[in-house]
């Protein structure tokens, strides 16, 4: 088992910076590939960034260049840095933990860019 708990979220101006925080515990954190999501109201959840037990960092088309996904293996913890945010990342983001079968979930945590 594996319990997740994201933090950071919250409300940024268009252009603005957070940092999202992924802690978790109850496993052996090294061994899982990491991802966060978003969903937006009326939308499909999306994933947004992927890293992998590895290292190996993948991302979603829209947040290139502007998202990096990261982790701390000694805290247990994956981050989400968000710069340039524009209102179209205004979303709820979850994190995600994966290990061959196993898939764990956070409760998220909402994301509002607006003027």
């Known amino acids: 088992q594996v319990q997740l708990v994201e933090s950071g979220g919250g409300l940024v101006q268009p252009g603005g910076s957070l940092r999202l925080s992924c802690a978790a515990s109850g496993s052996i954190f090294s061994s899982y590939s990491m991802g966060w999501y978003r969903q937006a109201p009326g939308k499909q959840r999306e994933l947004v960034a992927i890293?992998?037990?590895?290292?190996?960092?993948n991302y979603t088309e829209s947040v290139k260049g502007r998202f990096t996904i990261s982790r701390d293996n000694a805290k247990n913890t994956v981050y989400l840095k968000m710069n340039s945010l524009k209102p179209e990342d205004t979303a709820v983001y979850s994190c995600?933990?994966?290990?061959?079968?196993?898939?764990?979930w956070g409760q998220g945590t909402q994301v509002a860019v607006s003027s």
């Open positions: 890293i992998t037990n590895g290292g190996r960092t």
């Open positions: 995600n933990a994966e290990r061959y079968s196993e898939g764990y």
